[in-house]
């Protein structure tokens, strides 16, 4: 093998909850292999040395930078120390992923941008439902034009935990449906309105009500919440001419619905709506795990330098929603997103 041939060496940084999931994904890829995993709770790396023998684990950060084997690094650490990791690994003329969100704010998304460009390496952001099959089944029907123009989304992210330390729901399980109604639209929305409550913990939201208008004129109403009886992740769009229901938690995960209310004719003022039910159908759907998708779409990227789908701009975008939702919660009323 060459050295553009053989597999990239990647370190992962932080092995709390997302991390073994990384190093899993890495282990099954032909492209990559993990190569070094640093955390700073020493419990977190017995547990993945037990798992994974002969994997080196270290403590210092400065390792990872300074191996000149390393090719890329994985950071799934807390949102605040996004930037500040990212950008010694970009010094370093490593690539990066970074997972969601980018950075905490749009100014740390656009300087890690920047850099990334300047040393000439790979920056990607871990939007992992972006290669998840459901999602994009559903995105091809969208773009096929079969639900007609998109009217409304409506979509429940709620659970049970895991409450956040450093950030609220809206920066945690938000940046999922951002993620996934940037993708499905191609836009970002112009304006949004939110309203949250903090019930556990003071200062930081976890429960959380937003709508979304976007140019093309679509409305997305998304309820997040950590607290919740069940695990819910349901999505409906709604479309002149088909409807479509996303379950993540269903064995049929995306299911077409052939219903609506057909347009009223402007000639007949007596007119009354004339609703169509038909046919749902449910189609094949992929299984593969979408973070060996994703995985794979980095090592490309890194390999032929070419932009991922999960791409650093497209993760710019997000923070961007995000922001805009706090300035939102801050202000009380409806606040245009800076673009």
Not at 276 to 286: I, L, M
Request: proline share 6%; with cysteine.
């Amino acid at each position: 093998m060459t050295a553009s041939t053989l597999p990239l060496k990647v370190a992962v940084v932080g092995v709390g909850y997302w991390g073994p999931n990384l190093v899993r994904n890495l282990h099954a890829l032909d492209d990559a292999s993990p190569a070094l995993v640093c955390d700073h709770h020493p419990e977190r790396l017995a547990t993945i040395g037990d798992r994974y023998p002969g994997l080196a684990t270290t403590m210092d950060y400065a390792r990872v930078l300074d191996d000149p084997a390393i090719d890329a690094v994985v950071i799934a650490t807390q949102v605040g120390t996004h930037a500040e990791l990212a950008t010694a690994a970009l010094e370093a003329g490593k690539h990066v992923l970074v997972e969601k969100p980018l950075a905490a704010s749009v100014t740390e998304a656009e300087s890690l941008i920047e850099l990334a460009d300047r040393r000439g390496v790979t920056l990607m952001t871990g939007h992992t439902f972006l290669y998840s099959p459901p999602v994009n089944v559903v995105r091809e029907v969208i773009e096929a034009g079969e639900l007609g123009e998109i009217q409304f989304i409506s979509s429940r992210r709620v659970n049970l935990g895991i409450h956040q330390p450093d950030v609220n729901v809206v920066w945690d399980l938000g940046a999922h449906d951002f993620s996934i109604l940037r993708h499905w639209l191609g836009e970002v929305p112009q304006r949004v309105a939110a309203v949250s409550r903090s019930c556990i913990t003071p200062g930081i939201a976890d429960v959380a009500f937003l709508s979304l208008e976007f140019p093309s004129g679509v409305l997305a109403n998304v309820e997040l919440a950590w607290l919740a009886p069940e695990k819910i992740r349901r999505t409906v769009i709604v479309g002149s001419r088909k409807m479509v229901v996303y379950d993540d938690m269903s064995a049929e995960p995306v299911r077409i619905f052939d219903s609506g209310v057909m347009p009223l004719d402007p000639d007949s003022p007596d007119a009354r709506p004339e609703y169509r039910t038909g046919a749902v159908v449910a189609p094949a759907v992929d299984r593969t795990e979408p973070l060996l998708l994703e995985l794979q779409d980095f090592c490309r990227a890194v390999r032929g330098g070419g932009i991922p789908t999960s791409s650093s701009a497209f993760g710019l975008d997000v923070v961007r929603i995000i922001e805009a939702v706090d300035r939102a919660l801050a202000a009380g009323v409806g606040v245009e997103v800076a673009l």
